[in-house]
């Protein structure tokens, strides 16, 4: 008959293959806590009080990246979009479109990956939707992640909190995700130790959170269009100038090549592991400090500040020979596929 | 400069051209409460008590078809997918997939339906996600919706308060939303009458159950594998033989004769307005009774019953001549991208 090591378009009919496909493949990775036979069409959970609700569709290409694979992204994404709300990441789902003829190893793979990405961010996979189409109407898979997290009391975050001499803090050096993706999809040959940042960030917002209080004023990650459309975002929605010294911004050597060497700007570029938080000035030193506890963590550091309220609010930074650059929000991107 | 009349990749890469696709053409159409610019990674909610949450991802191609489209369909989808768990929706995420080229009108067509849909069903779309490949790498638009919905503290449904003698509901004929779209996709010209029964089910599900409390033992809506899958997935739960007539099942002639030239089933094809409830056998009557108050319940009926504990757990069908069939859940399904 037909090759068992390949998805095939029935897979997706609802039918005795779907549920074999479900029992079999994706319950086992995934190890939720519901039985085989008793999935209902939707998960049963008990909330109370304030909750976060995010969703992501993925769809990076290659699949599979140094440092990751678009499981692991899938739950990441998910987990750090609660995360930056000030929640505890609690139920996700997840949904997949799979093309006929992808290889069940790959599938497996970036099930056991995803399941292990949850279990490190301390959430259950609780529900989930399996479509195939057919060769050509998606490359290989499309994963969309949604998710819940409960929100915590003494949290209270918002662009409507940012202050005037408030502290930017950034926990990582920029771009990793984009260019290990990039690299691995130009072959670039010299970039053999760049990988992917991709990690659950909740650890680092929960401790601010929870150590530092209502002195955390915002926090997000910067993904799509990285650091500049983020501060972008900020600068238009409080409507006050920020400014940011390039000097403090942490590098990876081999990113900045990369990106150099494909005529990219990493304060554009994607990351998937970074978080960047809008504090009080008092509290900056402190949240340096909890920063630095967390191995994900690499020279976090205070970029700049936000300034006052301007009829043009700008970013600008500071370069590293003292000139000065307004940062722009990306037109549009030179990098798809990235997430 | 390129054609404003189609999407490009850029309006994906999370600058200046994402914000505007999401502040001109998403939001207005979906008159969501969030005001452009302040959009979080999240959507702040409150939930007291237990609450449902589930995911589905659309590929049904075409993306417009006789009584509805993919966004009408996402939205619908996953509102009922809630609704049969008891919940009332209250939340939706919308998550698209685009595909470079994509014509900005029909983008525009379908997120007015999504939000008409919505509207409806009295949910609110509160997050959301925007990702565009490039050309052939999904066919148009994936659409991925999750929902939350809050369970109403009468309800008490589920495979194990399924009991001997209790009654299968059937809320209208079956297979209208397969043929209307299988019809579309092979130009049959007989089924001009023929549209899909597409519809959100949370009117019929939230009387049922405030109306008849735990009475009502079990609901779903018979979607992909159709009313045949989801009596054998009945049968295998609760390990009890199923008994239907075929007299009673409610036909639609259209779809029955497009089913016939297409050599399908009407038991397996899919569904998306229509409701399977399993209710007490005395509460039968009054159940169908509350069905036919709805414009979308077309001759709702009892169709079978609940049999005994069997170590072979059959569902048989007593055919118009009075013979018997088992009915199967179908191995694959000859009808992809339906839904």
Same mark, same amino acid.
């Given at each position: 008959?037909?090759?068992?090591?390949? %998805?095939?378009?029935?897979?997706?009919?609802?039918?005795?293959?779907?549920?074999?496909?479900?029992?079999?493949? %994706?319950?086992?990775?995934?190890?939720?806590?519901?039985?085989?036979?008793?999935?209902?069409?939707?998960?049963?959970?008990?909330?109370?009080?304030?909750?976060?609700?995010?969703?992501?569709?993925?769809?990076?290409?290659?699949?599979?990246?140094?440092?990751?694979?678009?499981?692991?992204?899938?739950?990441?994404?998910?987990?750090?979009?609660?995360?930056?709300?000030?929640?505890?990441?609690?139920?996700?789902?997840?949904?997949?479109?799979?093309?006929?003829?992808?290889?069940?190893?790959?599938?497996?793979?970036? @099930?056991?990956?995803?399941?292990?990405?949850?279990?490190?961010?301390?959430?259950?996979?609780?529900?989930?939707?399996?479509?195939?189409?057919?060769?050509?109407?998606?490359?290989?898979?499309?994963?969309?992640?949604?998710?819940?997290?409960?929100?915590?009391?003494?949290?209270?975050?918002?662009?409507?909190?940012?202050?005037?001499?408030?502290?930017?803090?950034?926990?990582?050096? @920029?771009?990793?995700?984009?260019?290990?993706?990039?690299?691995?999809?130009?072959?670039?040959?010299?970039?053999?130790?760049?990988?992917?940042?991709?990690?659950?960030?909740?650890?680092?917002?929960?401790?601010?959170?929870?150590?530092?209080?209502?002195?955390?004023?915002?926090?997000?990650?910067?993904?799509?269009?990285?650091?500049?459309?983020?501060?972008?975002?900020?600068?238009?929605?409080?409507?006050?100038?920020?400014?940011?010294?390039?000097?403090?911004?942490?590098?990876?050597?081999?990113?900045?090549?990369?990106?150099?060497?494909?005529?990219?700007? @990493?304060?554009?570029?994607?990351?998937?592991?970074?978080?960047?938080?809008?504090?009080?000035?008092?509290?900056?030193?402190?949240?340096?400090?909890?920063?630095?506890?967390?191995? %994900?963590?690499?020279?976090?550091?205070? %970029?700049?500040?936000?300034?006052?309220?301007?009829?043009?609010?700008?970013?600008?930074?500071?370069?590293?020979?003292?000139?000065?650059?307004?940062?722009?929000?990306?037109?549009?991107?030179?990098?798809?596929?990235?997430?």
């Amino acid at each position: 008959m037909t090759d068992k090591r390949y %998805i095939k378009l029935a897979h997706g009919g609802g039918g005795q293959l779907t549920s074999e496909l479900i029992e079999q493949v %994706i319950l086992p990775a995934l190890a939720g806590p519901q039985k085989p036979g008793r999935l209902a069409d939707s998960a049963l959970l008990s909330a109370n009080g304030p909750i976060a609700f995010t969703t992501d569709s993925y769809v990076v290409q290659p699949l599979e990246f140094p440092g990751g694979d678009i499981g692991k992204l899938a739950i990441c994404g998910t987990v750090n979009d609660l995360a930056v709300c000030g929640a505890t990441p609690s139920a996700i789902s997840m949904s997949l479109v799979l093309e006929e003829g992808l290889q069940l190893d790959l599938l497996k793979r970036v @099930l056991s990956s995803a399941g292990a990405a949850a279990g490190t961010s301390g959430v259950e996979v609780v529900t989930g939707d399996t479509k195939v189409v057919e060769r050509g109407g998606v490359d290989g898979m499309v994963i969309n992640t949604s998710g819940i997290g409960r929100i915590a009391d003494e949290c209270d975050l918002g662009f409507d909190r940012i202050c005037q001499g408030d502290a930017i803090l950034l926990s990582g050096p @920029l771009g990793e995700h984009a260019l290990a993706v990039m690299s691995q999809r130009e072959s670039l040959s010299f970039t053999a130790d760049l990988a992917s940042d991709c990690a659950p960030i909740h650890e680092l917002t929960g401790a601010l959170v929870s150590e530092l209080g209502k002195d955390v004023r915002f926090m997000r990650d910067p993904t799509r269009g990285g650091l500049a459309a983020l501060l972008v975002d900020i600068a238009e929605a409080t409507g006050r100038d920020i400014e940011i010294r390039q000097e403090a911004i942490p590098t990876n050597k081999t990113a900045r090549a990369a990106a150099e060497m494909l005529g990219l700007d @990493l304060l554009v570029a994607a990351n998937e592991g970074k978080l960047v938080a809008v504090v009080a000035n008092s509290a900056a030193e402190r949240a340096t400090q909890i920063l630095e506890r967390f191995d %994900i963590c690499d020279r976090p550091a205070a %970029i700049g500040h936000v300034g006052t309220v301007s009829q043009t609010p700008l970013v600008e930074m500071v370069t590293l020979i003292e000139g000065r650059t307004v940062v722009q929000r990306p037109y549009g991107e030179e990098l798809p596929r990235i997430c």
